[in-house]
């Protein structure tokens, strides 16, 4: 019975979805076209895809090669609708972690806009830079774009067998119909969202996924470059331990191996629900399980403990990680082609 409900209610999403697509696609519901042209950087399915990490890296490279990259981003969990640009000394219950993370991270400018396309304008006003890169924009059509990279988490065997399935929400995990969501893309990033010490230890892309993707599609691999888990208020390193782990992300047991492959030995490990508002409550809890031990949780994560004392903030480290998309060149070669 209770797939059946199921069922019915991915039938409904599927009708609604269809019906909006095509909308978009007839010219009924208008898309803004943006005079500087716009990179979406999109998922189709809910959960962590790396996508955050994936426009850092984005923007990183496109400044290197003399361009100046803005991110724009939905703001998701926070209280500010904007269109405005982001601080880093803002907070993240008004702005959204993910914002806030690129905003104290990156060297471009970081926009919210629930309506995307109400962002572009304000960037195009501010003459702020001269390439949108849309963080999670696949299904925010309302703002026309370039090109359409989409970041798909492998990163473990549910991942590539609900991958395979391609079942629509709320039965599935797929925010729209998967062959229709992935013809839009020209570009698809297999995400590990782990740290790997060499790129050529990645074992091959699992066939039922591969048999998904589009052929026209170009395929990269993304992954987090070994990096080092620091103090969080000193940013002093924290060398190979005894550490208590945490996390607030989609996908947390990617976090807990990547500790471990750098030499951390977890006393303890605990999941929050994706964008987790933390209190020093949460963290007095964690600390009681093993007392001494060092907190260590993600960068996204640690940029929700700001107000909270610096008592308990001197015990948490956090872990920086670099993302890293191979072949690199290829990849940035075949984007510029694309927004020349």
């Known amino acids: 019975m209770a797939r059946f409900i199921l069922k019915l209610g991915a039938a409904l999403y599927w009708g609604v979805t269809r019906l909006r697509g095509s909308l978009y696609d007839l010219g009924i519901f208008r898309s803004y076209r943006s005079r500087i042209p716009v990179i979406s950087i999109g998922n189709v399915t809910v959960g962590g895809n790396g996508k955050t990490p994936l426009a850092l890296y984005?923007?990183?490279?496109?400044?290197?090669?003399?361009?100046r990259p803005v991110?724009?981003?939905?703001?998701?969990?926070?209280?500010?609708?904007g269109p405005q640009r982001v601080s880093a000394t803002n907070r993240a219950e008004d702005v959204g972690d993910e914002p806030l993370l690129m905003a104290q991270t990156g060297d471009?400018?970081?926009?919210?806009?629930?309506?995307?396309?109400?962002?572009?304008?304000?960037?195009?006003?501010?003459?702020?830079?001269?390439?949108?890169?849309?963080?999670?924009?696949?299904?925010?059509?309302?703002?026309?774009?370039?090109?359409?990279?989409?970041?798909?988490?492998?990163?473990?065997?549910?991942?590539?067998?609900?991958?395979?399935?391609?079942?629509?929400?709320?039965?599935?995990?797929?925010?729209?119909?998967?062959?229709?969501?992935l013809k839009r893309a020209a570009m698809i990033v297999i995400a590990e969202r782990r740290v790997v010490l060499d790129s050529k230890g990645l074992a091959p892309i699992d066939t039922r996924l591969m048999n998904t993707l589009p052929a026209a599609a170009t395929v990269y691999r993304s992954f987090f470059e070994a990096s080092e888990v620091q103090h969080l208020t000193s940013a002093q390193p924290?060398?190979?331990?005894?550490?208590?782990?945490?996390?607030?992300?989609?996908?947390?047991?990617?976090?807990?191996?990547?500790?471990?492959?750098?030499?951390?030995?977890?006393?303890?490990?605990?999941?929050?629900?994706?964008?987790?508002?933390?209190?020093?409550?949460?963290?007095?809890?964690?600390?009681?399980?093993?007392?001494?031990?060092p907190l260590v949780c993600t960068a996204k994560d640690a940029v929700k403990l700001a107000g909270m004392s610096v008592e308990l903030r001197s015990q948490c480290a956090v872990m920086r990680v670099k993302l890293k998309v191979v072949p690199s060149d290829a990849f940035i070669v075949q984007i510029e082609r694309k927004i020349r």
């Open 108 to 181: 471009s400018p970081v926009y919210i806009a629930r309506s995307r396309a109400a962002g572009a304008r304000l960037i195009e006003s501010d003459a702020s830079g001269d390439v949108i890169l849309l963080d999670d924009g696949l299904q925010h059509r309302a703002l026309a774009r370039n090109l359409d990279i989409i970041s798909i988490f492998a990163g473990n065997e549910r991942a590539v067998t609900e991958f395979a399935k391609g079942e629509l929400l709320p039965l599935g995990l797929f925010r729209e119909v998967r062959e229709v969501a």
């Open 71 to 81: 991110i724009l981003s939905r703001g998701y969990g926070g209280r500010l609708k």
């Open 238 to 293: 924290l060398g190979a331990c005894r550490v208590n782990a945490f996390a607030g992300i989609a996908n947390p047991d990617t976090f807990f191996e990547s500790l471990e492959q750098l030499g951390y030995t977890l006393q303890g490990k605990t999941s929050f629900a994706d964008h987790h508002a933390f209190s020093e409550v949460d963290l007095q809890k964690i600390l009681a399980q093993h007392p001494g031990v």
């Open 58 to 67: 984005l923007a990183a490279e496109l400044a290197a090669r003399g361009w």
